[in-house]
């Protein structure tokens, strides 16, 4: 089974923190992505990496930075935390070497991020 | 307008019941379409992928129709266990990002 696993389930930081959000997948995919998720916006991407050290930015990179020096962990950065950065951040990877109606993204179980 | 939209729910359905979703996307050049479930405070899990000629998956049915731009997900005989929200999801021609639809909430009561 694939597994996705990110750093911490809750996190509590106040603004102006620089916060480390991480993490890694056991299933040596090439893909890895950020997204947030909030109610009623689903599920919006920030950043995703389709291999070590690449790196693109997604629907709303502003505020976060990325970083992939493994192939297996994939970190996401807040520079400088704010109120409206609070959300659920989850974490995906993909493999891409098969047809692309068979690509399943995997989900880390999500880190809850409060910004105080 | 949103890149995929999908009905806004809740729905809330006795069991047994037939219960269909509806998702539309706006990017024509869209290549993969998907149906994932998220249970509540849980991350999303592939359901099915959607095919052009439609598919089925024991008593899920999914469905697209290319020219209109929409795709369908037919849950038949629902069981309690399948309460959850149901994810919209279409990937475009070249690339590897996945456009998220904002969810369908599904309850099913006893």
């Known amino acids: 089974d694939v597994k996705v696993t990110q750093s911490s389930r809750y996190l509590v930081k106040r603004t102006g923190e620089k916060v480390f959000l991480e993490c890694v997948q056991d299933m040596d995919h090439e893909n890895m992505f950020w997204y947030r998720q909030d109610p009623g916006l689903g599920l919006r991407l920030i950043y995703f990496?389709?291999?070590?050290?690449?790196?693109e930015k997604g629907d709303i990179p502003e505020g976060y930075s990325v970083s992939r020096e493994k192939k297996e962990r994939f970190s996401l950065i807040l520079e400088s935390a704010s109120t409206n950065q609070t959300s659920m951040y989850l974490c995906?990877?993909?493999?891409?070497?098969?047809?692309?109606?068979?690509?399943?993204?995997?989900f880390g179980p999500g880190t809850r991020l409060t910004v105080l | 307008r949103k890149e995929v939209e999908q009905d806004p729910g809740p729905f809330n359905v006795p069991e047994g019941a037939t219960v269909a979703f509806n998702c539309t996307y706006s990017?024509?050049?869209?290549?993969?379409f998907f149906w994932y479930r998220q249970d509540c405070r849980k991350e999303p899990k592939l359901l099915m992928s959607?095919?052009?000629s439609g598919n089925e998956d024991g008593r899920f049915t999914a469905q697209l129709n290319r020219a209109s731009q929409y795709i369908s997900l037919l849950i038949r005989d629902s069981k309690l266990s399948d309460s959850a929200t149901y994810l919209c999801v279409v990937t475009p021609l070249y690339g590897q990002n996945f456009v998220f639809g904002p969810g369908t909430r599904l309850s099913v009561l006893p």
């Open positions: 995906a990877s993909l493999s891409t070497t098969g047809e692309s109606s068979y690509n399943e993204q995997f």
């Open positions: 990017n024509s050049a869209s290549q993969s």
């Open positions: 990496s389709y291999d070590v050290k690449m790196k």
């Open positions: 959607v095919y052009s």
